[in-house]
Structures are given as C-alpha cells and as structure tokens.
C-alpha cells in the first residue's frame, strides 16, 4: 500500500519559564494557558517532549512512531544514514519578556560523555524585538578561566560579555561554547540540535515565587566555554522569491524566502525541510491539495515530498540538513 506522504504540523509543546510571557499569545496566536509561558517546542524529539502530528494521516500519532516506520520517506537519504530514525533537530519559539539566565551549551563529544545526548549549536531569528532589546553572545575580550571565576564570583561577569542590540530580521547562530543570553523584550524563532543540556552560569540572582534561586553549573561549564572572543551575527540577503543563504552549519542548513507571490520548489529527496513562517501567510500546493500557514506556523516537509509550489506572501525560514 502506498503511503500518501504530506506536510506535517504538530501540536505545541509550551513551557513555563520565569522569564516568560504572553506574546507567544498576542504575536504568534499560541493557545498558551500561562502568562509567563517561554517556549513554544514545535518539532521535538527530546525525551519526554517528543512532538505529536495535529494533521492528516497520522494525526495523534508521536513523530518519532511514524519515524520508526518511515525513517528513508521521512527524514531523506542523507539524513538517514548519518542518523538513522533520530530527527536531529528541534525546533522552538521563544518570548523573553525578561532577562534568560547567562548560559553555555557544551559540544557533541562533552554532550555525549556526560548526558549521552548531542551538543547544542544553535541559532536565533528575531521575529519581533522592543527598542533598546539586547542580547549576549560571547566576550567582549579574551578571558581565562581563573579571570572569569573571578569575576562570576564577583556578580560582574556580565561586564565582560559582548551585548548586541538587536531589531526583527537579525539572525545569530551560537555555536557550543559561547557564553550567551537572550535579553528582555524580544521573540525568537530558536533552531537548535535536539538536545536539552544547558549549562547556567549567571541568574541575575532571582528567585522563583517559592524564593529559590534556580541551579547554576559552573563546574560543569568550565571545560564547555569557549574563552575566546566570537562573531555570532550573521548578515544575509532578502531577495523576493527565492532562497537566501543565511547559516549553513555542519547541524542544519537555514535560508530565508520573502515569498511575494508563487514559486516553485524542487526538492532531492536526500532531506527532509522544515518551514517556519515569521510573517505574513502563504499556502503549499502539492499534488493539486493545498495546505495555509500563517505567522507562528511550523510545517515539516517530508524527504519524499520533491515538487510542490509556495504562493502568498510571507517571509519563511527554510531548514533542512546538508
């Protein structure tokens, strides 16, 4: 029996974090329950927050059940083979309404050694940021290790890291090692190797509504900071109806399309893609069926799928593994 592959939503994981709020609501139409509700997860595979299809065939189903049995349909050949049925990445919005805790993520072989899980390199697309918004990736300055206990000891690390105001439409990939933090008054779409270790450095102090300060990890991050300075920021073209490069990394492959009207889109079958819609709405023809999205919208593309059309207008990240 042939199965009739098509675009695949989810429904969304959401997290309460202490520095959440209601924008995911307001800007991206979320049906969050929570006013300080932080993330959005829309693709996961992470252990005990694994995605469940909302759409079609295989609505109710987890994600990774219908990887499991059509991992080549799903995932694409390439994919596959480097991964076999793990879905690699994991996808997310994000609304700090505060200051997030100054953190580090460790790399593939430090992940895998000590959680059994892959690194964390991951990437921002600012979908909305207040004035004055900022953020934090790497130092200002080459440090050492000593220099920078001392100066967490002292409640002045952030003196030494490099703030980067920040508008809608920049991008930031944050590789592992790179001491970082999202600031207050912005939503990010975050896409990320599935992976949920984070080591936290630096709270503010701030307590929860119990009075409890959350846990920090500063052994743990030692060995996992990259104490050298880094560029975060990247700059990319926004020609209409077509595909701009904007991060190509050895995790994930982003570009970014401002879609003003109909294009056609021919794929490989060696990957699966993942859109993300960041404003605006479109539609997917594909095989004389059509699928909308909108604004907050996450869809991912089946390998199989390699010919179908894009109309509407839009901007769109596109994401797929090279």
């Known amino acids: 029996m042939k199965i009739p592959f098509y675009p695949l939503q989810f429904h969304p994981i959401f997290k309460e974090r202490l520095w959440g709020g209601e924008k995911l609501q307001s800007l991206l139409h979320k049906p969050i329950t929570s006013n300080q509700t932080g993330e959005s997860w829309e693709l996961s595979t992470v252990e005990g927050n694994v995605s469940t299809i909302a759409n079609g065939a295989f609505a109710g189903q987890f994600i990774t059940s219908v990887l499991a049995e059509f991992p080549r349909e799903i995932l694409g050949t390439i994919v596959y083979e480097r991964f076999g049925n793990q879905f690699p990445l994991l996808f997310k919005y994000l609304d700090a309404k505060e200051d997030l805790s100054v953190q580090v993520h460790p790399n593939d072989i430090l992940a895998k050694q000590r959680h059994n899980s892959f690194g964390k390199t991951e990437m921002w697309y600012v979908l909305q940021a207040d004035t004055n918004a900022r953020l934090i990736a790497g130092f200002k300055e080459p440090i050492d290790a000593p220099t920078y206990l001392k100066h967490l000891e002292n409640k002045t ?72 300075t880094v560029s975060s920021q990247k700059h990319y073209e926004k020609n209409s109806n077509q595909s701009n490069p904007v991060v190509d990394c050895p995790y994930f492959t982003t570009q970014f399309i401002p879609l003003a009207g109909e294009i056609e889109v021919q794929k490989t079958g060696t990957t699966f893609t993942v859109y993300m819609c960041v404003e605006g709405s479109f539609e997917l023809e594909l095989a004389g069926q059509n699928y909308s999205y909108s604004k907050g919208d996450t869809v991912l593309i089946p390998a199989v799928l390699t010919a179908f059309q894009l109309s509407g207008n839009a901007s769109i990240l596109e994401i797929y593994i090279s």
């Not at 003196?159 to 600031?183: P, S």
């Not at 709270?203 to 743990?220: I, Y």
């Open 157 to 228: 690390l952030v003196t030494t890291l490099n703030e980067i105001k920040v508008q809608q439409g920049d991008v930031f990939l944050i590789e592992t090692g790179t001491v970082h933090a999202i600031g207050a008054g912005m939503v990010v779409a975050e896409i990320q190797q599935t992976s949920d270790i984070t080591y936290r450095l630096y709270d503010f102090d701030r307590v929860d509504s119990n009075g409890n300060q959350r846990e920090l990890h500063v052994e743990l991050a030692l060995d996992a900071i990259n104490y050298n």
